[in-house]
């Protein structure tokens, strides 16, 4: 059984920090790419960042330069790292999990930045 399990929401002042952390289980990890969307109130589910099983990273516009995606395959654990939260980065977060024939998705962790 796949499971995608997010952790490391919360609520944060603009400008603070939060790290999320997505553990996997039931997958190869290592051979997965691994994905960060968030979804806000009213809104589509959108990329955040993503990385390869390589490494290679990828990143939205607007969360370049805040943001950092990395993995730990010893650990089967992805991580996004979020530095400088602004509010419009409010939504619930979801991890997911890429190969060539299957996706997964976590049940996602709610990430509110307000003052």
């Known amino acids: 059984q796949v499971q995608l399990v997010e952790s490391g929401g919360g609520l944060v002042q603009p400008g603070g920090s939060l790290r999320l952390s997505c553990a996997a289980s039931?997958?190869?990890?290592?051979?997965?790419?691994m994905g960060w969307y968030r979804q806000a109130p009213g809104k589509k589910r959108e990329l955040v960042a993503a990385?390869?099983?390589?490494?290679?990273?990828h990143y939205a516009d607007s969360v370049k330069g805040r943001f950092t995606i990395s993995r730990d395959n010893a650990k089967n654990t992805v991580y996004l790292q979020m530095n400088s939260l602004k509010p419009e980065d409010t939504g619930v977060y979801y991890c997911?999990?890429?190969?060539?024939?299957?996706?997964?998705w976590g049940k996602g962790t709610l990430v509110t930045i307000s003052s």
């Open positions: 039931g997958i190869t990890f290592s051979i997965y790419a």
């Open positions: 997911n999990a890429r190969d060539r024939t299957m996706d997964y």
């Open positions: 990385i390869t099983s390589g490494g290679s990273t």
